[in-house]
């Protein structure tokens, strides 16, 4: 199996041109030079000698929030939330390498419902091909996914809720188990590291979630990626959403409607499990650099191929072609994937559905890896 693992800024990035990688970033200053020596000094004496760039910029950020006299209760959500990324980031940090699928579901499926078995041999087939299991780390489906993964393969991001007082037996007091206290910072964690998605039938918090994904997709605000709606065998849930979606949203112009093209909905585990494996089959990464879109593939695309990916896709581009090249600059100096073959392309950021299909294109040139 191939693998899709890529650096987990990638993901935390959004693909548009909005901040170009060739540009040194702004920084935050306390707007007192004393004090930012202060705080140089403070990082020195701490050890800090890695990204001090940034360890500077949050402290000063800290800095300006109490100049700002803010509120207690908003003091007290900043530090908790950072605080609570911190160990989500240091839990996550062993498994950087290591393709990473998230599975959502509800809490209050029962063991014996058609869902629960599915999920299982879903996270049993992707963590044989060598991939971790994200969860909630609950009951229901949570469980369901880490009993099909098995403990070594599973990773638990849970939130601390009132009728749910402790993770599930496969993750409880493991390592690879973080408890969150906001929604919003958890609802990162298990976005930011994974390269594939499964969302099977659930409440408001499944739902939630899946349109978090659309969203980011959709805007642009995470790289593409592949999401599968899965459902029981002859099941309808999944298949109700796009019916409204398609007669209540698409209608009134919401959203595009090819929209939900870029997801599977299906109630095959093969189907899923193929649709994760198969969308990084030769497509590996992409990242910006000022107004070029740099496409990573694992294959090195022929002349004619190059061609053929023209012809299609040459509407979504601003100007010029999408031509092969050496890594640029910028990616050379931040040891961006050096070794793989890329393709330049000054892309239209308002095309970021067409990214799916860019992607799909890749993957089925003649000089793609074996599947």
């Not at 100049?67 to 062993?94: G, N, V, W, Y």
């Not at 890594?327 to 000054?346: F, N, Y």
Request: hydrophobic share 40%.
């Amino acid at each position: 199996m191939t693998d899709p693992s890529s650096s987990a800024k990638d993901l935390a990035q959004p693909i548009g041109p909005h901040t170009p990688a060739d540009e040194p970033a702004a920084h935050t200053h306390t707007d007192d030079p004393t004090v930012d020596d202060r705080i140089r000094s403070l990082l020195a004496g701490a050890g800090v000698t890695t990204d001090v760039d940034q360890i500077f910029d949050i402290l000063a950020t800290g800095v300006h929030l109490g100049q700002d006299h803010t509120d207690r209760l908003d003091l007290k959500i900043t530090a908790s939330a950072i605080e609570e990324m911190r160990h989500a980031f240091r839990m996550f940090a062993p498994y950087k390498d290591q393709p990473k699928v998230t599975i959502f579901g509800s809490a209050r499926t029962a063991s014996t419902d058609p869902v629960y078995r599915q999920t299982h041999d879903v996270a049993s087939s992707l963590a044989a091909a060598g991939w971790m299991v994200v969860t909630g780390a609950g009951p229901g489906i949570m469980l369901a996914a880490m009993e099909g993964a098995g403990p070594a393969k599973s990773i638990g991001v849970s939130i601390r809720l009132p009728f749910e007082t402790r993770a599930n037996d496969v993750i409880h007091d493991d390592p690879k188990h973080v408890s969150m206290k906001y929604f919003f910072t958890r609802k990162l964690m298990l976005v930011k590291e994974s390269k594939g998605f499964i969302a099977v039938p659930g409440g408001f918090g499944t739902l939630d979630e899946t349109l978090e994904l659309l969203t980011l997709q959709q805007t642009g605000k995470a790289e593409p990626t592949p999401i599968v709606l899965l459902d029981a065998p002859g099941g309808t849930f999944w298949e109700g959403f796009a019916s409204f979606i398609d007669h209540e949203v698409v209608t009134r112009g919401l959203v595009a409607d090819d929209d939900l093209e870029r997801v599977l909905i299906t109630d095959s585990c093969d189907a899923a499990v193929t649709e994760i494996l198969g969308f990084w089959r030769n497509y590996h990464s992409l990242r910006w650099v000022g107004k070029r879109l740099i496409v990573r593939v694992r294959s090195a695309p022929s002349t004619s191929e190059i061609e053929q990916l023209n012809d299609q896709f040459s509407p979504c581009l601003l100007e010029g072609a999408i031509t092969a090249t050496a890594p640029l600059s910028a990616e050379v100096s931040g040891r961006d994937h050096l070794d793989l073959p890329r393709l330049a392309m000054v892309w239209n950021p308002f095309q970021v559905g067409e990214l799916h299909r860019l992607v799909r294109a890749l993957n089925s040139l003649p000089s793609a890896p074996p599947a």
